[in-house]
T-cell receptor, first 114, second 114 residues
């Protein structure tokens, strides 16, 4: 699996957009970018994923650079409940026999402040 | 659809004992993966089962084992418990077929070894 690099911590003011960067410079063509978050020792919660196009859902937007070497997760209007550790990982496509194995880094601790 | 469920949620054991943790995946999901999360090592992949067969294995000693049943439910067992086995054990499932492969995590089992 490709290694991802994320800043250790970030702060964001409540109501503002939170932009969380991730570097995955060794990503290969058959790997997706996934984002999860973990709130205080609960199970990681799926946020969004993408291959090469930008994606948006009810939780967040994902911007992937054209060369796919980095991405940014955007929480458009951060709330106090968005305070969590955010993990960016890369995983192979579903039909690959390694699809069930995810490699997590240390993630980014996002603190949303009032 | 019900999410991934794990039982028990909390467990206290003593060194040398063995423990069995259970995971029920989302209905229709054929892949179940197990992860160990500790403050020092982060989230680490243990193993993955797909259609009752172990498909991937992480770098853990043989004291850690698992199995998957025909209904996709999975158990993991840790024998001869050590203090260092204290951790949050997470289970994740995904369909394993088709083009949808998002892994969803359960709430985890918090194991404390005394």
């Amino acid at each position: 699996d490709a290694k991802t690099t994320q800043p250790t911590s970030m702060d964001c003011a409540e109501g503002r957009a939170a932009n969380l960067p991730c570097n995955h410079s060794t990503i290969s063509g058959n790997e997706y970018v996934y984002w999860y978050r973990q709130i205080h020792s609960q199970g990681p919660q799926y946020i969004i994923h993408g291959l090469k196009n930008n994606e948006t859902n009810e939780m967040a937007s994902l911007i992937i650079t054209e060369d796919r070497k980095s991405s940014t997760l955007i929480l458009p209007h951060a709330t106090l409940r968005d305070t969590a550790v955010y993990y960016c990982i890369v995983r192979v496509r579903p039909y690959n026999t390694n699809a069930g194995k995810s490699t997590f880094g240390d993630g980014t601790t996002l603190t949303v402040k009032p | 659809k019900a999410g991934v469920t794990q039982t028990p949620r909390y467990l206290i054991k003593t060194r040398g004992q063995q423990v069995t943790l259970s995971c029920s995946p989302i209905s229709g999901h054929r892949s179940v993966s197990w992860y160990q999360q500790t403050p020092g090592q982060g989230l680490q992949f243990l193993f993955e089962y797909f259609s009752e067969t172990q498909r991937n294995k992480g770098n853990f000693p043989g004291r850690f084992s698992g199995r998957q049943f025909s209904n996709s439910r999975s158990e993991m067992n840790v024998s001869t418990l050590e203090l260092g086995d204290s951790a949050l054990y997470l289970c994740a499932s995904f369909p394993g077929t088709g083009n949808t492969d998002t892994q969803y995590f359960g709430p985890g089992t918090r194991l404390t070894v005394l």
